[in-house]
């Protein structure tokens, strides 16, 4: 009887309900009795009146709320509403009134503070030499409109050598995001100073090499002076130093063998371009006429290779077209700085190809060029690209390329797939140093490609590229003070392949900051992570405010921080 009678008024209810439309959704505090909800409906005294029985007849010991059987949404009154709104605009004047007192700077504002170490105003030439510091140069591409912007702006400042902050901040705002991660040392190699150092101790130490002769075969690579010494290197970040004479032009010679296979991959895939071109090291002398069991050039890394690999390149078009299209893709790999090229070599090289036309007609005899290729059109091809010139500046560019995946690392343009990057690596690692490479993957671990004018293209893959140069070769054909000095690099480094980076504690590493101190990772509050946006999880940190003495207001002075801090 009870259930019936509970039903009946469940009934009722429900009717009510249905019959009166919503109203009093948002109620003031004095007209509801309850001020922090509101009802859907509102049923008449007569249903109300059966709840109450009902109730008392159940749950005596339980008092009835004053509007059964709605349902209610809990909310904020109109007072609560009032007082939240006020919190929130006390909350942004404060946060207004802390950005104001240098509590939360913009990027450029912490900059400038890091740079002017306390002063009001900045020297540009301090700026430059801060610049350098972390290894950027003022010639990278993706400075160009904060370096046309700060010419603009000296001219305009008053004494024409010194930038305040409003000036400082228009110089630097187009590039902040890169300048903020060379100056808070989130580069790979966060202390490039110190790693420089480094590099000009090694440099000294293969100088005092005299072992070697010039290659002379070639007529035109006779005429280098011995005493030629440089060494550049390229991050994958666009860091950059160089040593010795690193402006001086050398033909590539056989390092383009590995940058034009790479563009054979790219252009066709691996799988084609290994149809005519093992991927085995031959054990033999690089001008071998010796062919693998399947008739095929063991490598592209060997003169035979080469020539086929050379084949494969823009197929059809005359060899102008091919020359053009090459140029283009190593100077887009080179950051567009130079490549030019030698027809005296060319012709030198034509001149003296005997063996290689040789190694041309066997491999024609063996059919091991693409059907329909012109032989002797390919031979010239391939001189041409041997005599293609570059200083040890540009070819470092292209060496941090393929250690950058692809991508030139100053310009940003993806240049090679990652396919033709990864097997580049590969067969540079395995056969890129003549009859030396056994020797030279067990010793130094890396992948590089020597050429007998001299030079060492040596890639240190995700870290950077390095081009040694120095034209007396040794027995094999390699520089001399390039093997040196690649051999001094990885036992001062931990760049050999299979240096363990957790256990040899012996080698530095430049990728850590501090070198080879093994620091841990602890993390640290904020004030704000409102910049954690625009710099992928890192802020500033504030440091110390320092009390200046004429007239004793505080100078922030901030630092470059991070979203941990080091212990």
């Known amino acids: 009887m009870l259930q019936f009678r509970f039903s009946t008024v469940l009934k009722e209810l429900s009717q009510s309900n249905l019959k009166r439309p919503l109203t009093g959704i948002a109620r003031s505090k004095s007209s509801s009795p309850n001020p922090h909800c509101f009802r859907t409906s509102c049923p008449d005294a007569r249903v109300i009146s059966k709840l109450k029985t009902l109730n008392a007849g159940v749950h005596r010991h339980r008092p009835l709320c004053a509007v059964p059987w709605t349902r209610s949404f809990c909310t904020k009154t109109e007072g609560a509403i009032e007082s939240a709104e006020q919190v929130k605009k006390d909350e942004d004047s404060a946060t207004s009134k802390r950005r104001k007192a240098g509590i939360l700077p913009s990027l450029e504002d912490l900059l400038f503070y890091t740079i002017a170490e306390g002063q009001e105003k900045i020297p540009a030439h301090k700026f430059i030499t801060a610049l350098k510091a972390t290894g950027l140069r003022t010639s990278d591409p993706r400075l160009k409109e904060c370096m046309d912007m700060l010419k603009i702006t000296l001219q305009s400042s008053a004494d024409g050598v010194t930038l305040d902050k409003h000036l400082f901040k228009k110089c630097v705002q187009s590039n902040i995001v890169l300048l903020t991660q060379a100056f808070r040392k989130k580069f790979v190699i966060p202390d490039f100073q110190s790693f420089s150092s480094h590099i000009d101790e090694l440099y000294e130490s293969a100088k005092d090499l005299n072992e070697g002769q010039v290659a002379d075969y070639i007529p035109q690579l006779a005429k280098f002076n011995p005493d030629l010494w440089a060494v550049s290197l390229c991050t994958v970040d666009g860091q950059r130093h160089t040593v010795g004479d690193t402006k001086v032009p ?175 690596l590969s067969l540079m690692h395995s056969c890129g140093m003549y009859d030396f490479s056994g020797q030279f993957a067990f010793h130094v671990g890396l992948p590089a490609k020597s050429g007998v004018a001299g030079g060492i293209l040596l890639v240190v893959p995700n870290v950077m590229g390095v081009m040694c140069w120095s034209p007396p070769l040794d027995k094999m054909g390699n520089s001399v003070r390039g093997i040196q000095f690649c051999t001094d690099l990885v036992s001062v480094f931990n760049f050999h392949n299979y240096d363990n980076l957790r256990h040899f504690a012996k080698k530095l590493d430049p990728r850590r900051e501090g070198g080879d101190q093994r620091q841990n990772f602890r993390p640290m509050d904020y004030e704000s992570l409102q910049q954690e946006l625009a710099l992928k999880n890192t802020l500033w940190k504030k440091v110390s405010p320092t009390e200046t003495n004429q007239d004793s207001s505080t100078t922030v002075v901030y630092r470059m921080g991070s979203v941990g801090e080091r212990n």
């Open 250 to 424: 050398f033909c590539l010679q056989s390092c383009v063998k590995p940058l034009k296979y790479a563009i054979a991959v790219h252009d066709h895939g691996t799988e084609y371009v290994h149809r005519f071109i093992g991927k085995e090291p031959s054990g033999l002398r690089f001008n071998k006429l010796f062919l693998d069991e399947d008739d095929k050039p063991h490598n592209p890394m060997v003169n035979a290779g080469a020539i086929v690999c050379t084949s494969l390149i823009k197929q059809g078009a005359s060899n102008a077209e091919k020359f053009d299209y090459v140029m283009n893709f190593l100077q887009q790999m080179a950051g567009n700085e130079y490549v030019g090229f030698s027809n005296a070599t060319f012709q030198s090289e034509r001149e003296s190809g005997d063996r290689n036309f040789a190694i041309g007609y066997y491999l024609k005899e063996k059919k091991c060029f693409p059907e329909g290729t012109d032989m002797t059109s390919i031979l010239d091809f391939y001189f041409q690209l041997c005599s293609i010139e570059v200083t040890c500046e540009s070819a470092s560019v292209m060496a941090a390329t393929l250690a950058n995946g692809g991508f030139c690392p100053i310009t940003g343009e993806r240049v090679l797939s990652p396919e033709a990057v990864r097997d580049t």
